[in-house]
T-cell receptor
Framework: SQQGEEDPQALSIQEGENATMNCSYKTSINNLQWYRQNSGRGLVHLILIRSNEREKHSGRLRVTLDTSKKSSSLLITASRAADTASYFCAPTGNQFYFGTGTSLTVIP | DGGITQSPKYLFRKEGQNVTLSCEQNLNHDAMYWYRQDPGQGLRLIYYSQIVNDFQKGDIAEGYSVSREKKESFPLTVTSAQKNPTAFYLC?????????????FGEGSRLTVL
């Protein structure tokens, strides 16, 4: 399978803490994207990092990419209860290779 | 507001019936996609289309059919040949060439076979 694989599968933290999710993949990519999905809803794009970039920030989000290790991480700082959702990485080559997601629960 | 509209949100089907899921976008995007999402699995690509009157099979196209008669519309038909159609179906679109930029998703259609 060429899917991205997120780790951990589930994560539970207290409000205000940081949340880190990891993504590994197998194929060569042009970019890697992260998406968020609230239960029963469509996915929402969070951030895109290109293969020649190592780190990118957007608000409380920080994404890193290590193409030599074929891995990426998503850090959400100062988490809020509203961040509770599933997060998916999508390594992108000739297709979007969505992983199975990390389910994040932020406890108020 | 610009976006992608999927309908219906919930759909029930009897075995042996074909059903069609609607997907409309007003983002002027060239590429459109259909994904299937099952519990515990990632999104799997059913079909995608880069331009009007052209579409390509994804990883799990068997039992599904699509059309792209207008740039704005990309309906998905789940045929009776699809053996396990109960799932959450997501339509998406993107600018420019397929599989390059960010995806914009609809809110999904949940199909249940009775």
């Amino acid at each position: 399978s060429q899917q991205g694989e997120e780790d951990p599968q589930a994560l539970s933290i207290q409000e205000g803490e940081n949340a880190t999710m990891n993504c590994s993949y197998k194929t060569s990519i042009n970019n890697l994207q992260w998406y968020r999905q609230n239960s029963g809803r469509g996915l929402v794009h969070l951030i895109l990092i290109r293969s020649n970039e190592r780190e990118k920030h957007s608000g409380r989000l920080r994404v890193t990419l290590d193409t030599s290790k074929k891995s990426s991480s998503l850090l959400i700082t100062a988490s809020r209860a509203a961040d509770t959702a599933s997060y998916f990485c999508a390594p992108t080559g000739n297709q979007f290779y969505f992983g199975t997601g990390t389910s994040l629960t932020v406890i108020p | 507001d610009g976006g992608i509209t999927q309908s219906p949100k919930y759909l029930f089907r009897k075995e042996g019936q074909n059903v069609t899921l609607s997907c409309e976008q007003n983002l002027n995007h060239d590429a459109m996609y259909w994904y299937r999402q099952d519990p515990g699995q990632g999104l799997r690509l059913i079909y995608y289309s880069q331009i009007v009157n052209d579409f390509q099979k994804g990883d799990i196209a068997e039992g599904y059919s699509v059309s792209r008669e207008k740039k704005e519309s990309f309906p998905l038909t789940v045929t009776s040949a699809q053996k396990n159609p109960t799932a959450f179906y997501l339509c998406a679109s993107s600018m420019g060439q397929a599989f390059t930029g960010e995806l914009f998703f609809g809110e999904g259609s949940r199909l249940t076979v009775l």
